[in-house]
């Protein structure tokens, strides 16, 4: 372990032991941006070991476990990083990629090619229409009281003012998300414009990627669970470049990653930190995506609330760094894309 992250551990040994003396909701706070701190603090160290960061059997899959940063008496403590880097960019303008991953879902191609079009219509930023598109005299003539964005979506919901989405993914009855909307929400990103990692590729989204890159998806998926062809366990490999992947570039559009907009990747490039920091029936609950500092990622914003409700897609301008609860500035190489605190007492 680096000179910098036992300095650090140390730090924030210290820190979580002087803010466990006392009982208030500050505290909490206090406790769990030590341990968000933390995690920062292993994908950095993660990273300048092995020169790039893959896959969480790397050691930050577990960043308390790796960090051995003590846990406070009487208090339950949970770190979960997640890979955001495997689901497709939603700004994306590839035809073909959206009619494909319509298709993984299961519906038919007409309908799959109203959804497309009208997808990159609504966040293109011209007025021309798409031969299966909408633009702002399409929504008109239909008597609704709004136009396309022209901008990349900013929360899954805004799904509903789009033509072909507004019948297809919600409940004609209810209007609830339906199950095509809950698949689109788990295959899709809306903050990171990276490629999309492979080695954390899963479902819907590495099937398209084997078809557009023309390799074995299963074979890909037993590849990565490694010789005891468990995923998750000690033994499992990672790609450090898709080109690795037997049989990439063989698929429709011939090149592979160049002719689909750079699709393909094997870096993690977007996570997911959620911290819970427990204290009998009070929870502190910290939900944040972070990226590469300067690299193709909306800018930081802040939430707090009651509810487990992420305000996806909100964005600000200017990059930002966010303070720890000792107020000191991030010193890792990260930019936070978005922060909600939620309290339960």
């Known amino acids: 372990m680096s000179v910098v992250i036992l300095r650090f551990i140390e730090e924030a040994t210290k820190e979580i032991q002087y803010q466990s003396q006392f009982q208030g909701q500050e505290d909490m706070r206090s406790q769990a941006y030590c341990f968000f701190d933390t995690a920062l603090a292993v994908l950095h160290e993660i990273k300048e070991i092995d020169g790039q960061l893959y896959r969480p059997v790397q050691g930050w899959g577990d960043p308390i476990g790796y960090s051995g940063i003590p846990l406070p008496d009487g208090v339950d403590v949970q770190v979960k990083i ?3 880097s495997g689901r497709l960019p939603i700004n994306h303008n590839n035809v073909q990629i959206w009619n494909l991953l319509f298709e993984e879902m299961g519906i038919d191609l007409g309908q799959a090619e109203i959804l497309t079009d009208s997808l990159i219509d609504w966040m293109d930023q011209d007025d021309l229409k798409r031969l299966n598109g909408a633009e702002k005299e399409d929504y008109d003539f239909d008597g609704k ?10 929360d899954f919901e805004e799904l509903r003012l789009i033509q072909g989405f507004d019948e297809v993914f919600f409940d004609e009855e209810t209007g609830e998300p339906n199950q095509y909307y809950h698949w689109f929400e788990q295959s899709v990103t809306l903050h990171c414009e990276h490629p999309v990692n492979v080695n954390a590729a899963q479902g819907l989204v590495l099937n398209v990627l084997a078809r557009m890159g023309g390799f074995d ?3 890909l998926r037993q590849h990565l669970r490694g010789p005891d062809n468990e995923a998750g366990t000690g033994d499992d490999p990672w790609l450090t470049n898709f080109e690795q992947i037997p049989g990439f570039g063989a698929g429709p559009t011939p090149g592979g990653a160049n002719s689909s907009g750079n699709l393909f990747g094997a870096t993690s490039q977007m996570f997911r930190i959620e911290v819970k920091v427990a204290r009998g029936e009070s929870v502190f609950l910290i939900d944040t995506l972070v990226g590469p500092k300067g690299g193709g990622t909306s ?3 802040r939430s707090t609330g009651t509810s487990r409700n992420v305000q996806k897609g909100a964005r600000t301008g200017g990059n930002k760094s966010v303070k720890s609860s000792t107020g000191s500035q991030s010193r890792y190489p990260f930019e936070i894309v978005h922060i909600s605190e939620n309290r339960i007492f």
């Open 82 to 84: 997640t890979d955001e």
């Open 145 to 154: 009281d709004y136009r396309p964005s022209n901008e990349i979506l900013k």
């Open 217 to 219: 998806s299963e074979y």
């Open 299 to 301: 800018s930081a914003n």
